[in-house]
């Protein structure tokens, strides 16, 4: 079973970046499928974008993919969320969750089987 941390996450002013982090344990990361969500106060959670095991695919919620990047280093178990030019409604907490996929290329918007807890992004405007 894969443990996941995000960290990165802060206060920003509109118009900034960010990078956030999640830190995984406890299993092989290169076996998973990554996929990065944000869950602002009184939403839903929403999909942000995803990243096959190898990181030779990515795929992005439409409102993000001009800003958002996914990477990922399966030797240090990380993948990251680049995010620019922020806006004031990227303000949500943002997690990454894993998917075991049987090979690459696999990219998922859900289910995920794998949770971290999340990190804080407020954008001021």
């Known amino acids: 079973q894969v443990q996941l941390v995000e960290s990165g996450g802060g206060l920003v002013q509109a118009g900034g970046s960010l990078r956030l982090s999640c830190a995984a344990s406890g299993g092989t990361l290169s076996t998973y499928a990554m996929g990065w969500f944000r869950q602002a106060p009184g939403t839903e959670r929403e999909f942000v974008g995803a990243?096959?095991?190898?990181?030779?695919?990515?795929f992005y919620a439409d409102s993000m993919k001009d800003r958002f990047t996914i990477s990922r280093d399966n030797a240090k178990n990380t993948v990251y969320l680049q995010m620019n030019s922020l806006k004031f409604e990227d303000t949500a907490v943002y997690y990454c969750?894993?998917?075991?996929?049987?090979?690459?290329?696999?990219?998922?918007?859900?289910?995920?089987?794998?949770w971290g807890q999340g990190t804080q992004v407020t954008v001021s405007s």
């Open positions: 969750a894993a998917k075991r996929a049987p090979y690459d290329g696999i990219l998922y918007q859900s289910p995920y089987d794998y």
């Open positions: 990243i096959s095991r190898n990181g030779g695919n990515t």
